[in-house]
């Protein structure tokens, strides 16, 4: 049984499915998709088809990967089912956005039919959709800001590790070691480190100041040390190391 459902951010139909499987007097229904528009219909389907008998019908939504105001109609189809039977009725299972939403829709997340629909549901899930999709766009645009970031400080890193491979005859895994190293013995950005590094090499620049100096020593000893590598290769003083190697 499936319905056909838009996913929000690819475009592409992504159907729901609901398996079904009886134990004794209990249902079993696994949802599988997006519970949007539609998926109440499904689930409907997937109940009118339970045998006689049935006792018990648990929903688990487990395998659900999202939900919008339309797809809650869902619970109360299912509530529903249990209120004309008169069985227990049990929606379990939620994770990630479908757990989100109920969370800021007033709904327990562990089983939203546990209890009654608090009152203004529907509004109350258009606003929790809303507030779900408003976190995600901060998330991505946070994620956007970072790779912008990364990509503006990609090139001097990598002058950075060019300098200190020259300087010491380190490998680009050993030099990006002494950076990464050197930023958090002296709780600098990565950035700054590297951009320090460079400027020293340049014929007219300036050592590094004297922290970041002794942090890119004891780096530079600790890698070389790590490496096995002679001494005089990798413990010079990265200042002079690297102004020798640009000049």
């Known amino acids: 049984m499936t319905t056909a459902a838009r996913a929000p951010r690819s475009g592409r139909a992504v159907p729901l499915t609901v398996g079904v ?7 079993l229904l696994g949802a599988r998709g997006e519970l949007v528009h539609g998926g109440a219909d499904t689930l409907a389907e997937a109940l009118a ?16 990967v999202f939900l919008d105001t339309a797809g809650l109609t869902a619970l109360d189809t299912l509530r529903e089912y249990g209120r004309r039977r008169n069985v227990p009725v049990a929606a379990t299972g939620w994770r990630g956005q479908p757990r989100r939403v109920l969370e800021l829709t007033g709904l327990d997340p562990v089983d939203p039919l546990g209890g009654a629909p608090p009152a203004g ?11 779900e999709r408003a976190e995600q766009l901060d998330v991505l645009r946070l994620e956007i800001a970072q790779l912008r970031h990364a990509i503006d400080s990609r090139p001097v890193i990598d002058q950075a590790r060019g300098v200190l491979m020259a300087a010491h005859a380190c490998t680009p895994e050993q030099a990006w070691d002494i950076l990464r190293e050197a930023s958090q013995r002296t709780n600098t950005k990565l950035r700054q480190v590297a951009a320090a590094v460079t400027a020293s090499a340049a014929p007219d620049g300036t050592p590094p100041p004297e922290p970041l100096r002794s942090a890119l020593a004891a780096a530079v000893r600790r890698v070389s040390t790590a490496a096995h590598a002679p001494r005089e290769s990798c413990g010079r ?8 190697a640009a000049g």
Not at 21 to 27: H, K, L, Q, S
Not at 58 to 63: K, M, Q, S, Y
Not at 237 to 244: D, K, M, Q
Request: hydrophobic fraction near 45%; glycine fraction near 10%; aromatic fraction near 0%.
């Open 237 to 244: 003083s990265p200042a002079r190391a690297v102004r020798r």
């Open 121 to 131: 549901l529907r509004d109350r899930a258009a606003s929790a959709v809303a507030r």
């Open 49 to 64: 088809a339970l045998p006689p008998g049935i006792d018990r019908v648990e929903l688990d939504a487990g395998e659900v």
């Open 21 to 27: 499987r009886v134990e004794g007097g209990r249902a």
